[in-house]
């Protein structure tokens, strides 16, 4: 890649006056999104004994894989960018502004000034360079695989001087200012040139040497066991938008000892006997027991593409879209709120989660429970009610095939009951509900042997769309190339990915939408996943951030 | 006495090669890519074709799978089983760091398992209530009938959480052994009881215990001095049964307590496909079994006279 200064400039508005950057004072920003706020001024010191399901296992922010991994990458770095999570906005952090030119193939942040690593190496551009250029490009000698996926089309990232860089791409990408502040899966969080230099074997070794900026340091990791985060002193440059007050800027918490218990009872049971603070992955009938007995239940969707069955349009029988109708509106979504999913969740309203900017409300419209309408589209189509009440035209019966993963406690209630309510319209739907690998073995063949694959897309941002639906991309309702619906689908999807004018952006997200959801019928909605923590009543400021992920920051221990 | 000792390290090692090849048959037969896993599956679509060749080079899956069990092999001969799929870790790394857990564990339940074992054996055949012999007699059938997790589920809710006497999560010092220990020992203590009663019974009505008993001596005395020798042996057969006991039990056990172990890491690797530590982990157990088998092969001539005169004529 190229380190010399780009030659023909044409940057665009700064980002403040595209109104992308509001609010440097948001002060209740994080109070919906927390837990138990409350007007006391906070209490230093303690540890938080948190437990969860999945053993952490990468530690590397870039390398991150399950939730918990990310939930501890993030609060051992900072990004360049904070995204507001009731708004979506993009906001300062360790990038004070930044600007791109008008294709949106370049991005120039200006780094703030004073940041340092926890092992006392300062934060500056060559950092951002090295981590970027790792991250995008891979290392093949260090066992560090390239994120193609956060990183299309990277050409480079050059130092304009100590403090400023410009991220280049050879085609537009618009999402790229919202993955600066990603704390998802493979993070867009900054490690030292220490880190950069292990390999990966070594950085999950030991992830102790997994050196970043912060509000915490990783003290101790015992894989399977638990890992112990402590506070880092000194730290003074959280984004401004979190209205963090006292103790000098560091977070209030001494330690946080995260706990891995697979057991879902053994989590509910630490957490009344006093064991734990608090826990993640709550069970959907431990958190009815919970909520009565006076724990507090914090959840918060997580955005971005919901979980939703992909219709795969090249497959017989939903290469028919009266078909692919039926099945999107055969089946009452309420219903799983009356048997399935608690207060936590939100049934499905779109193919995209309310939090994304640019969603809109299907519920009374192309999502509206209308069995009556569902019939009379197949019985005019040509589906005769059959034998067993499944319905058969030219010989054939209506049999879909659904594959889905079992990670989620309410996945499979939920498919088994969406399955219940089609067979009363004549629609055999075969279920298959895996663990994560078995699911990747079938999804490499959906194209082939299944007509509906469900998972979901922890992203807040529209491009998640894009990344999906686009026959140019994802294309996973397999749209045929070269159809007038692939035409329109790239165009309408690309447009998604090319501008970061708000209110274009939010157009091409709605026109995205009717298109995926309304004039294709490409995708069945099913419900918006949630991350649930139960935590005791002395729990203060647990915070969720724009992709659900837990911050630390403000948390702190009341008395008890 | 050498060619029964050459006899029995060479099945040994043909046990340990012979896990090694089945393993490795059975686990590349499987129809899973073990490079798509590597990769998040909403990013699989959008992971270009060179970024994962670059990656199945790293791990060495882009060769014909004959030229990889040849590589791997060899490899496994000089200590080398290759590199975690899911983590990166070096395999003998990945069950290192887990292995001294899971061991402390099988050790203190397979010690905690023969005392009960012996126990309840003893009492049965000393009773002299009938009643009481068929009661005790019951146990070990229903130890291995009840399900471990039901075991454990219900001991750490009456002693952790109920009544607060131990941690309920971890493996720090003796205290948090105690419940895994005793969950794990009450399945692995049924055969062992279940064979230790019968031959316990059996010797009882042999002729040098009437001989004994004519001679004045008690039940208690004849079953201590007598018996508990001569009955004891057969229990060294099963060794192979209680070690897969013991290497089951620990999955659940170190699940429900939240120990770092062995059983975790098989549960983990199984669930990821992680392909080379599967097949470590069964390389790793094959040699603790043929180990295990070898000793009691060895130990056996030592304690019953009779074999060992049988093999000192060969």
Redesign the interface.
Known sequence: MSTTRPKALAFGVAATAAGLVISACSANANATNSAGSTNSAPVIGGTLRFGMLD?P??LDPHDT?SYPDSIIADNITDRLTYQDPKTGKIEPYLATSWSYNSSLTQFTFKLRKGVTFSNGTPFNAAVVKANFDQDAE?D?SL?I??D??HF?NYIGTDVVNPYEVTVKFSQPNASFLQYTAFTG??SAGFVSLSTLAE???ER??NPTTIIGTGPFIIKSF?????VILVRRNGYDWAPPALAHTGNGGAAYLSEIDM?????A??RT??L??G?LDATLDVQTTDERLLRKEGYQILAQSVPGRIISFDLNTSLFPTNDIDVRRALIIGWNRDSLLKSVLTSSYRVATSPLSALVPGYVDYANTALKYDPKEAEKLLSDDGWKVGPGGIRVKDGKQLIVKFVG?NNLVVNEPAYELMQAELKQIGIDVELSVL???D???Q??KAATNWNGVA???SRDDPAVLW??YSPA????AFVAKGSAAAEQLTTTLQEIQDTLNPAQRIAATEAAQNLILVKYALTDPVYEPSQVIAAATYVHDIGFDAQSRNDFYNTWLGKH | MSRYLLAKVARAVFVVWAAYTLSFILLYLL???AI?????????????A??KR??A??YGFNKPAIVQYFERLGDAFRGDLG?SV?????VW?AIG??IEPTLVLAVCALVVAVCIAFGIAFLASRTRFRWLANLLQSIPPATVSVPVFLIG?VL??VF??NL?WF?????SGLVSLVLPVVTLAIPVSGPIAQLLTDSFLRELEAPYVMTAVAKGATRSWVLSREVFRNASLPALTIAGVIFGNLLAGSVIVE???????MG??TE?SV???DIPVIQGIVVVSAILFALGNLAVDLIYPLLDPRLKARIASQ
């Open positions: 053993a296992q990468f894989y891979g093949e066992g695989v390239a193609t996926s299309p899966g493979e390999s990966k074997d999950t070794k015992t894989y399977e066991k638990d706990e891995t218990i697979p057991e009872s053994v049971g630490s009344e006997a064991d993963i663990p994560i690998p699911f990747s073995v999804q490499a998972e979901n897309s990344q999906t991309v994802g294309n996973a | 129809p899973v890519n798509d896993l590597l990769f998040d599956p909403t990013d699989l679509a959008t992971t270009t060179a970024a670059q990656i080079a790293y590199l899911q983590s990166g870790k070096p790394y760091s887990v589920l750490i809710q952790s959480f607060g941690p309920p999560t971890g493996d699940t429900i307590y939240s120990r770092p172990g975790r890491l983990l669930g990821t496909k």
